[in-house]
C-alpha cells in the first residue's frame, strides 16, 4: 500500500459527521494497522500540560499499561518535549525506552500539534528493525494535520 493512496481514506475517516472523535480516531488507527503491514501497535497519546503527562487515547494492537506516560520519559515522553519526531530503529539501543512488549523492535512517534501547540502524538510500534523511511514521516505528519482539525 502506498501512503497516497492512504491518504484519502484518511480524510473519509476524519470527516465522518456523525462519529465522536474517539470513534474517527480509533477506525484511523485500525486502517493504519491494517494497510501497513510493519505498523503493528498504532495509537494516540495526548498531552496534560498542566500535569506534564500523556493519556493514552484511541489505538489498536496488544494492550499495553502505559496509560499515562510522564513528559521525558519514554520515547512519547521525549516527544512531549522535544516537539520533534522521533524515529527509532531499533529500541534495544536506546536506554531511555519504556518495553511495551519484547516483540517490539522499532518505533516511530510524530507530534500532533493544534494551533501551534503540541497536543499528542502519533505512536506506532513495528515488529520488524528499522522499517520506517521519510516517507512514514511525511505521510504521518499529514495524518496528524487532519486529526488536528478535529480539534
Not at 3 to 30: A, G, H, M, N, Y
Not at 44 to 60: I, K, N, S
Not at 102 to 131: A, C, W, Y
Not at 142 to 147: I, L, M, S
Amino acid at each position: 500500500m502506498h501512503f497516497e493512496d492512504l491518504q484519502p481514506e484518511v480524510v473519509s475517516i476524519l470527516s465522518q459527521p456523525v462519529k465522536s472523535r474517539d470513534e474517527k480516531l480509533l477506525e484511523l488507527c485500525t486502517l493504519l494497522n491494517e494497510k501497513v503491514s510493519y505498523y503493528n501497535w498504532v495509537g494516540f497519546y495526548f498531552a496534560d500540560h498542566e500535569t506534564r503527562t500523556l493519556h493514552l487515547g484511541p489505538y489498536v494492537g496488544a494492550p499495553t499499561d502505559h496509560t499515562v506516560i510522564p513528559f521525558g520519559k519514554g520515547i512519547c515522553g521525549q516527544v512531549a518535549e522535544s516537539n520533534t519526531n522521533f524515529v527509532v530503529p531499533d529500541v534495544s539501543a536506546q536506554d531511555n525506552y519504556i518495553a511495551c512488549s519484547f516483540t517490539v523492535k522499532s518505533e516511530i512517534v510524530v507530534p500532533l500539534f493544534v494551533r501551534g501547540q503540541n497536543m499528542g502524538q502519533i505512536d506506532i510500534d513495528s515488529h520488524v528493525l528499522d522499517p520506517f523511511s521519510e516517507a512514514d514521516e511525511r505521510f504521518l505528519e499529514f495524518v496528524n494535520q487532519e486529526v488536528a482539525k478535529l480539534f
